[in-house]
């Protein structure tokens, strides 16, 4: 199994466009990196004390305002509570970009690593079609069961890889160009103000949007086994992981979509807590694209291994 | 004749109602090698990938070595080569990349192995550039090699000269005959050439509407009929009726029996009597009469 994979792998990087989406994913985390930090303007933080005094007396003085509304006194009252926190516990406002910002814009291009896997991820298999060298590859000592298993393991690694690099230069890039970062950002749970800790943030984004990830790949290889064209593989997988959340909005008068596995794929919607359609708990998310997972999987062990080779 | 090393019982394909392949049985000989003919349609192509496992049988058995390619796949096809149709190589890497990643899927072919072969089949000097600059004839040896490379004892090819030049088909043709005879390979080639298949095996197979229709033995190394063109005709008829040769003259072209060995005998004495010979050449009825024949004129492609 392990030379199958070094054999995908090998065929992997001698084509041109895996060395392209590698170069589109370097551009933009270096790109983002250099246009932030040309773009920024340093703010000077030394006096921040009074500017959180400033805050606290300006909210007082709105809410001595005549019928404010509930939402407007609730904002007030975060505002005040959260500038009374700073000057209690000596925590500088995080101001200006810093590494750990960079960091969390790595954890946020997750879409754009998982539309650059589906491209080779709908490929691997059509393209041996399509090009006729299946039959080369077929007519060997090796279950056809052990092919297809080696290309998804490929399709996956290359993925993760993107991943690995994107989490290392964007903290390379943070570090060098910005430093870490000199100040405290503050979220208010359930009325009580807490620090946020960026970097566990960061690492949640990144395990969340892994559901997105594992389902748009499974999907895309499913589509380019069975259909065995590259552009058709393409074209359905980045529509249905683009368009994903529209699709699911049109289609909800007509059919439940809390059981079509692109209401669930995008799991941070577990973590912003704002859902697309309607609160469900995880475990249910999970549920459901496990179980699309094996049918997408299933499909495509069935209709490689059983087919009928004439490319 | 030996054990056969393939063996073909019964075996149907039916797809969408239609039947490729009609209840044939075939069997194939280690150190033979077995041309494949057949008309446009006729089933080379599907008989050949239910060989290699491409297609599934319907029903019937292949069996290669004793094992089964419904069963026992992996096993079957471990001993054999294949060429179908134009070899389909990673056109983006080198030809060297291209075997190294078929070396991979067998077991114990090692890098001196891949150098053998690639020296075997002449294509060392340009063996480490992408398979997108070479020539139809350069992909075919590569194709060859990439076949070769597991020593396999039954080698399987679609329409092998295809695209090869006239030294090249040559050079090919004498290294199946020494595959065959010295390594006991069997070897079947499909081929629309039909002067090709006739030059290059041992045994034809003529396959028509899925069925087998014709078998037979070609002796191409024992040519008993020559015909030759040589002045002055009266020299030459006196000699070959006071030698007892059986032959007829016809428009100043003689046509003897005669083995192809005992022509150099034949020439010198011929010479010695002050004979001018424009032509000898061995005359046999085409396979390709015969075949235009069995199949009713069909087309050949």
């Keep these: 199994m392990f030379s199958l994979i070094q054999n995908e792998w090998m065929k992997l990087w001698h084509k041109k466009g895996t060395w392209a989406i590698l170069g589109i994913l370097l551009l933009v985390i270096i790109g983002v990196g ?3 930090k040309v773009t920024m303007e340093e703010v000077d933080t030394s006096n921040w004390k009074q500017e959180q005094q400033v805050q606290i007396d300006d909210a007082n003085a709105q809410l001595k305002t005549p019928d404010l509304d509930e939402w407007s006194i609730q904002m007030y009252e975060e505002q005040k509570a959260m500038a009374q ?22 954890a946020s291009i997750m879409v754009l690593i998982t539309l650059l896997t589906v491209i080779p991820g709908a490929s691997i298999v059509s393209q041996e079609f399509t090009d006729g060298t299946i039959k080369m590859l077929l007519t060997r000592p090796v279950s056809r069961f052990k092919i297809l298993t080696s290309k998804l393991i490929t399709i996956f690694l290359f993925g993760l890889s993107l991943i690995v690099l994107t989490i290392i230069l964007t903290t390379a890039i943070g570090f060098i160009l910005f430093g870490t970062a000199t100040g405290i950002d503050l979220t208010i749970v359930d009325g009580v103000v807490q620090q946020t800790n960026t970097i566990s943030d960061v690492f949640l984004t990144y395990v969340y949007s892994l559901g997105d990830f594992t389902m748009s790949i499974l999907f895309a290889f ?5 259909f065995s064209s590259p552009s058709i593989a393409i074209a359905l997988s980045m529509l249905f992981l683009m368009m994903g959340p529209m699709i699911i909005l049109l289609l909800q008068k007509y059919i439940p979509v809390e059981y079509i596995w692109l209401t669930h794929s995008d799991l941070t919607q577990h973590l912003t807590k704002e859902f697309f359609v309607e609160e469900t708990t995880l475990s249910m998310s999970l549920t459901v694209l496990v179980i699309y997972a094996i049918v997408f999987l299933a499909l495509s062990f069935m209709t490689f291994i059983k087919r009928d080779v004439k490319a | 004749m030996s054990k056969p090393i393939v063996q073909l019982k019964n075996i149907t394909k039916i797809i969408r109602g239609k039947t490729l392949i009609d209840n044939m049985s075939l069997e194939l000989f280690p150190g033979q090698i077995t041309g494949f003919l057949g008309p446009n349609g006729a089933g080379k192509t599907t008989t050949i990938r239910l060989m290699t496992g491409l297609m599934h049988l319907t029903s019937g058995t292949i069996t290669i070595e004793g094992a089964s390619i419904a069963d026992d796949y992996e096993k079957a096809i471990a001993n054999v080569g294949v060429i179908v149709e134009n070899p389909e190589m990673y056109k983006y890497m080198s030809g060297y990349k291209n075997l190294l990643h078929f070396s991979r899927m067998h077991n114990g072919v090692t890098k001196a192995r891949i150098d053998e072969v690639i020296n075997q089949v002449g294509l060392t000097k340009r063996i480490h550039e992408k398979v997108s600059t070479y020539s139809l004839g350069m992909r075919q040896r ?4 990439q076949a070769l490379l597991h020593d396999p004892k039954f080698l399987i090819l679609d329409e092998p000269t295809n695209g090869l030049d006239p030294a090249g088909i040559r050079e090919f043709r004498t290294y199946l005959r020494k595959i065959a005879q010295e390594n006991n390979v069997s070897i079947f080639v499909s081929s629309h050439l039909l002067s090709e298949i006739e030059l290059m095996c041992d045994r034809v197979v003529v396959i028509q509407n899925g069925k087998l229709i014709d078998e037979r033995m070609i002796q191409s190394d024992e040519k008993t009929r020559m015909q030759l063109k040589a002045e002055p005709s009266g020299v030459v008829e006196n000699y070959l009726s006071s030698n007892g040769y059986v032959f007829t003259l016809h428009e100043g072209v003689f046509l003897l029996d005669l083995k192809e060995e005992k022509v150099p005998v034949l020439i010198n004495e011929l010479v010695a009597q002050q004979v001018q010979i424009f032509a000898i050449s061995a005359v046999h009825e085409t396979l390709e009469e015969q075949f235009l024949q069995m199949t009713g004129g069909g087309q050949i492609v």
């Design chain 1, 34 to 36: 250099v246009l932030d």
């Design chain 1, 85 to 106: 926190y700073r000057l209690d516990n000596n925590a500088a406002p995080q101001v200006n970009q810093s590494m750990e910002g960079n960091m969390a814009f790595g």
């Design chain 1, 222 to 226: 499913f589509i380019g086994t069975v």
């Design chain 2, 142 to 145: 590569l194709g060859l090699a």
